[in-house]
């Protein structure tokens, strides 16, 4: 097999096994899905691109680096919609029910409508290590910070998070006893 | 450094909320535009065309922006960016399902100003692409993941499934028709026009036997049998494509239509 061969194989590969993560990932950073789905285009034709830059092995932390440079790219053509602005409209404190008897739809909303009020760095750092299940050091690898600036955005995202969750709960439970 | 114990391990309801988040994927349609998109033959010098940086056609989430003349190259225009994660105007989402068989024989070459290795379903303006480097193989790609329909078909006649992985030397000039042969299939199969998706796939085999999307027309043939009752050729034919591309992205859609070929012989 020619190196070009090689190489070919190789990009045919790595969109075949990283497309559906990559995809979701930005999806939860806050994207809806159209712009997703060009994102994602876009994230690959930068694979394409810097193909022999990619470290056998961690092509998910490459990925999920130029995706966040993608999705920061994104937010500052200000052609960003955040799935929490569109979902806020779908939940309201009418349907403030507990996580365990949400349907499916509902049930990502509420997640993505919390995410979506994180701040942006926390919710970058917090969606890798709660929801991609990244190391804290891979993490660090993909995005270029060192591992405490990784902790303290995690440990700050964690502790939003729960609280917006927390609150959505006493709501919940306020509902509940009305 | 010690990392803190995941959410979804201590907290019920927000593992809950991931699991459901879980079920939020890409279209099955998206891998293989970006795949036919990645692939293709990256475009000459752009600096050989002045009209290569006029129109830029922006559609993001719905929302279009038009840059007109552009004037330069994409990754210029994204001073702000990290070296190497460049983005650049996103995509026109292709038309769909526009290309058939006979048409393809009889049609005319588009005439674009792209580069004529561009593929049909291509998303992206040209402007995007700063490769520069030597024309690239087009391997096989994507995931075909029609429903499978139900109504009858006429007797098919599959062939064996092809190499599964493309080469260096299919021509650039073969990129479009395969792919719109694959377009064409799996339009027509989501129509349950199972005849002209045969027709499609046996002149995907015909034409191109080491052809880039040969899995994918792999795929769609053993779809287009379980959904004409051809079950023990579809059986055959899955069983084929699990013994030599076990490892394929689509062996668990094959698995499954193996198993629904075989509970309802």
């Known amino acids: 097999m020619s190196d070009e061969e090689a190489r070919a194989e190789r990009l045919?590969?790595?969109?075949?096994?990283?497309?559906?993560?990559?995809?979701?990932?930005?999806?939860?950073?806050?994207?809806?899905?159209?712009?997703?789905?060009?994102?994602?285009?876009?994230?690959?034709?930068?694979?394409?691109?810097?193909?022999?830059?990619?470290?056998?092995?961690?092509?998910?932390?490459?990925?999920?680096?130029?995706?966040?440079?993608i999705a920061t790219h994104i937010n500052r053509k200000r052609v960003r919609e955040v799935p929490a602005g569109?979902?806020?409209?779908?939940?309201?404190?009418?349907?403030?029910v507990p996580e365990q008897r949400l349907d499916d739809e509902k049930a990502r909303a509420l997640l993505y409508r919390l995410l979506g009020e994180l701040d942006e760095?926390?919710?970058?750092?917090?969606?890798?290590?709660?929801?991609?299940q990244m190391t804290m050091s891979q993490i660090a690898e993909a995005l270029g910070i060192p591992l405490g600036t990784v902790a303290s955005r995690l440990r700050r995202g964690r502790a939003d998070f729960h609280a917006r969750l927390e609150r959505h709960r006493a709501r919940a439970a306020e509902r509940r006893g009305t | 450094m010690k990392e803190p114990k995941r959410?979804?391990?201590?907290?019920?309801?927000?593992?809950?909320?991931?699991?459901?988040?879980?079920?939020?994927?890409?279209?099955?349609?998206?891998?293989?535009?970006?795949?036919?998109?990645?692939?293709?033959?990256?475009?000459?010098?752009?600096?050989?065309?002045?009209?290569?940086?006029?129109?830029?056609?922006?559609?993001?989430?719905?929302?279009?922006?038009?840059?007109?003349?552009?004037?330069?190259?994409?990754?210029?225009?994204?001073?702000?960016?990290?070296?190497?994660?460049?983005t650049s105007p996103t995509m026109v989402p292709p038309a769909m399902n526009t290309v058939f068989v006979d048409d393809l024989a009889a049609a005319p070459p588009v005439p674009q100003p792209s580069p004529p290795t561009e593929p049909p379903r291509?998303?992206?303006?040209?402007?995007?692409?700063?490769?520069?480097?030597?024309?690239?193989?087009?391997?096989?790609?994507?995931?075909?993941?029609?429903?499978?329909?139900s109504a009858p078909a006429p007797p098919i006649a599959a062939p064996a499934i092809p190499a599964p992985s493309s080469t260096a030397a299919e021509r650039p000039s073969t990129f479009r028709e395969e792919l719109a042969l694959v377009i064409t299939?799996?339009?027509?199969?989501?129509?349950h026009d199972l005849a002209s998706c045969i027709r499609a796939v046996d002149r995907y085999d015909a034409r191109f036997p080491s052809g880039v999307f040969a899995q994918e027309i792999s795929v769609l043939r053993i779809e287009a049998l379980v959904?004409?009752?051809?079950r023990a050729r579809a059986v055959a034919l899955a069983q084929q494509f699990l013994t030599r591309t076990g490892d394929s992205p689509y062996a668990e859609r094959v698995r499954t239509l193996l198993d629904r070929a075989k509970d309802t012989r």
């Open chain 1, 12 to 69: 045919r590969g790595l969109v075949r096994s990283h497309f559906a993560v990559a995809w979701k990932f930005l999806r939860r950073l806050g994207f809806e899905r159209d712009v997703v789905d060009d994102a994602t285009q876009e994230l690959f034709l930068v694979a394409r691109r810097r193909l022999d830059e990619v470290t056998p092995g961690r092509e998910r932390a490459f990925l999920f680096g130029a995706a966040i440079r």
């Open chain 1, 86 to 96: 569109h979902l806020r409209a779908e939940i309201d404190d009418s349907e403030a």
């Open chain 2, 7 to 86: 959410l979804i391990h201590t907290d019920p309801g927000f593992a809950r909320l991931v699991a459901a988040a879980q079920d939020d994927e890409p279209p099955s349609s998206q891998i293989q535009e970006t795949l036919a998109l990645v692939m293709r033959d990256p475009p000459p010098s752009r600096l050989s065309s002045w009209w290569w940086t006029v129109p830029c056609v922006v559609l993001v989430g719905g929302v279009v922006v038009s840059s007109m003349f552009a004037g330069q190259k994409a990754d210029s225009a994204l001073p702000a960016v990290a070296p190497g994660a460049s």
């Open chain 2, 122 to 149: 291509a998303r992206s303006t040209p402007e995007r692409h700063a490769i520069t480097k030597a024309p690239m193989a087009v391997p096989s790609t994507t995931a075909p993941s029609a429903p499978v329909p």
């Open chain 2, 227 to 230: 959904a004409s009752g051809e």
């Open chain 1, 121 to 132: 760095h926390h919710r970058v750092v917090f969606v890798m290590y709660e929801l991609e």
């Open chain 2, 185 to 191: 299939a799996r339009s027509t199969l989501e129509e």
